[in-house]
């Protein structure tokens, strides 16, 4: 009994679940349970007139923020806002299913084609042009016509800012000096040094209206070579203002020598997040929505962690998870000395053993697969038992390459970053381990459309028809104890 009981402490949104189910069997329990709540009414109402008589000004600045921003909306979120679920599927695959989405390549034109006063796009690197390579790919040409069209845009009145992670000296900055003669406003923001990360974060928001979140990086590779996935929202404002105070926050780090503010501006702060998520009609669906971001240091007021996001969503699914992401580790996989870090690697194991939930991990594997990835995906596999209705299951996704193709750099692999339950579907830019959600910028969209009773599929819907086409598919393979991991990755 006692350790139930101390469950209960730790976890009080069990609470009112134990209140009902005791209401029909345990009077008595039900009138300490009454007792105990008026005690706690009497006990918040005297503190909030307590706070009010002392602190009127102190009112929550979440408040306020949501004041801000209902004003600049004129009140209303009731934009048309439409989204599309964009892939990249690299050269080559053929799936034998019908499930298929628009390509991030049409998706980042038509953002363009729309653009009428402000691109705003926060990036990693850029290696638009095949130049990077010297592989004089045929593949590259979108790649290459979406750089052309990005720099003619300032010429045309539209204003373009560019977030990118501060270059290495390697790396090619062709494009970034095409984009500053173009007339476009390039910030190197230096989260090295800011935050020990980088700046992995992949979005664009253009007239305050339309965005992209996903995946994919500015890589010409990343339309044509990699496996990728995103989501394209247009005539959203509501979404994407929301997603501009993200972008905000990098153009502030941008600046020379600027430091991470120990309390961000209100400015910055929203009120949507987890727990107050963002009303709006998707392609006329009602649908709750927010966006969650990375690290925390750049997390300003009312904005839900990533970490925090991914943990709710796996805690809020009752049947299954299913998780679709290029690395998988409980480890800071960059940190040392070595880490450990088990954030998700336990929600995902509480989920199957507490809730019964289905767990199903699909999980790239190339040369360039980190080895210590594979020995804890296997435990996560091993707890698979029909009898004690434990499902985990992982498999690995291989992009098969010809010859030629294994000749460009870096390419060739599922880079996919999203989740899907049977509540929500949520797509993210960070690899999954703690180094993305602890120190690297990234962020993700998360929707929730469990209250429509629309007959229109459901982002979720779209969402788990692709994972169920890639798990299905000939290039994935059931990790079991005894797979060989060299022979199925081509490590060399
Ligand atoms: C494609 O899928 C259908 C239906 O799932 C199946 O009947 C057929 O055998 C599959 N074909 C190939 C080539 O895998
Ligand atoms: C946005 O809405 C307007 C007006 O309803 C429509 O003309 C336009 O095509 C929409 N844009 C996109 C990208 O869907
Ligand atoms: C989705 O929305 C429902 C209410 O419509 C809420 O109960 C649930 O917690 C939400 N799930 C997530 C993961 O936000
Ligand atoms: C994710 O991890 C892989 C392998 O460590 C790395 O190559 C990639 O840059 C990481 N970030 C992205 C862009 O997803
Ligand atoms: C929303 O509508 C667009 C077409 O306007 C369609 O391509 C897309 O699949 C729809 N999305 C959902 C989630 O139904």
């Known amino acids: 009994m006692k350790p139930h009981l101390l469950y209960q402490q730790l976890k009080p949104s069990a609470v009112p679940d134990e209140m009902v189910i005791h209401h029909n069997t345990q009077a008595p329990k039900y009138y300490r349970c009454i007792l105990l709540t008026a005690g706690l009414v009497t006990l918040l109402l005297a503190v909030m007139f307590v706070q009010l008589l002392l602190f009127p000004l102190l009112l929550p600045p979440l408040n306020r923020a949501e004041d801000t921003l209902l004003r600049q909306e004129g009140g209303s979120c009731s934009d048309p806002c439409r989204i599309v679920l964009v892939e990249s599927i690299p050269e080559g695959l053929v799936f034998n299913s019908s499930t298929s989405n628009p390509s991030i390549y049409q998706a980042w034109m038509n953002l363009i084609g729309e653009a009428q006063s402000s691109v705003d796009i926060a990036s990693f690197y850029w290696t638009m042009t095949n130049e990077d390579t010297k592989t004089e790919e045929q593949t590259a040409w979108q790649g290459e016509s979406v750089l052309k069209e990005l720099v003619k845009l300032p010429g045309n009145g539209v204003s373009v800012r560019v977030a990118v992670n501060t270059p290495q000296a390697s790396q090619p900055q062709s494009d970034l000096q095409a984009l500053l003669d173009g007339g476009a406003v390039v910030r190197k923001v230096n989260l090295p040094k800011l935050t020990n990360g980088v700046l992995h974060t992949k979005f664009w928001v253009v007239d305050k ?14 339309l044509t070579q990699v496996k990728e996935l995103g989501a394209a929202v247009y005539n959203c404002s509501c979404l994407a203002q929301d997603l501009g105070k993200i972008f ?16 961000w501006p209100s400015d910055y702060s929203t009120p949507f997040n987890k727990d107050t998520p963002l009303e709006l009609p998707l392609n006329g669906t009602l649908s709750r929505v927010y966006l969650s971001s990375a690290p925390p240091a750049l997390c300003p007021e009312g904005r839900t962690q990533d970490l925090q996001s991914i943990l709710s969503v796996i805690e809020d699914a009752r049947d299954f998870v299913d998780i679709a992401v290029m690395n998988y580790l409980p480890t800071m996989e960059y940190s040392h000395p070595k880490r450990y870090w088990s954030a998700i690697d336990s929600e995902l194991r509480r989920a199957a053993y507490e809730r019964r939930v289905r767990v199903r991990l699909l999980i790239s594997c190339w040369p360039h697969s980190e080895p ?50 049977d509540k ?6 960070s690899n999954w381990s703690g180094d993305y959600f602890l120190h690297t910028a990234g962020s993700a969209l998360v929707v929730n459309q469990t209250a429509s009773r629309s007959s229109e599929p459901t982002v979720q819907e779209q969402l788990q028809a692709v994972f169920q086409r890639d798990w299905e598919s000939v290039y994935s393979t059931q990790l079991s104890q005894d797979t060989d991991i060299s022979d199925i990755c081509a490590v060399k």
């Open 209 to 222: 209206k339309h965005i992209f979140i996903g995946s994919a990086n500015m890589d010409w590779r990343s």
């Open 248 to 263: 905000e926050a990098y153009w502030f780090l941008g600046q020379p020598d600027a430091t991470v503010p120990s309390h």
């Open 372 to 421: 210590t990835m594979f020995p804890f995906l296997r435990s996560l596999a091993a707890i698979n038992d029909r009898k004690s209705r434990l499902d985990i299951q992982v498999k690995l996704f291989v992009v098969p390459s010809t010859q030629a193709q294994a000749q460009i750099p870096f390419a060739r692999v599922n880079h996919n970053k999203y989740m899907v339950t």
């Open 424 to 429: 929500v579907a949520y797509i993210g830019t």
